[in-house]
């Protein structure tokens, strides 16, 4: 997705309320994000991210969204403003699009779906073994 707000792509998402499970944060943002009522698939990826000047660390968890339909694909609506897009692009456009830092974890997301497992990172990485 395209946000108005930054130059790079992004993931639907964002951050967990008080008293609100990761699970419902991500139904209650691609609700909001894209118009779209669907319960979020298993975990791919938890990550963990080391503070930044403009943000404290975190730990991001990863949703398989699943597979779209064309009818749920036309339902998609940006109903709070701060998309200016979507698209659906291949593995190796990806980079292109989003930071660094989001290119390894989507990487890491789609290597997770084939392995039928999942990443644990470190700031997008696969953490030390």
Not at 60 to 82: H, K, N, P
Not at 88 to 117: H, I, K, Q, Y
């Amino acid at each position: 997705m395209n946000p108005v707000y930054k130059e790079t792509w992004d993931l639907p998402g964002g951050a967990v309320e008080a008293e609100e499970s990761p699970h419902a944060a991500c139904r209650r943002e691609v609700a909001e994000e894209l118009g779209l009522d669907r319960p979020p698939g298993p975990v791919l990826a938890v990550d963990w991210v080391p503070s930044r000047p403009e943000r404290p660390e975190g730990l991001i968890v990863v949703y398989d969204g699943g597979v779209l339909s064309e009818a749920e694909t036309a339902e998609i609506v940006f109903g709070d403003g701060e998309l200016a897009g979507f698209a659906f692009v291949a593995r190796d456009e990806v980079a292109s699009l989003v930071t660094p830092l989001l290119a390894r974890r989507v990487a890491s997301c789609l290597d997770a779906v084939v392995a039928g497992t999942v990443a644990a990172l470190e700031n997008g990485s696969p953490g030390a073994r």
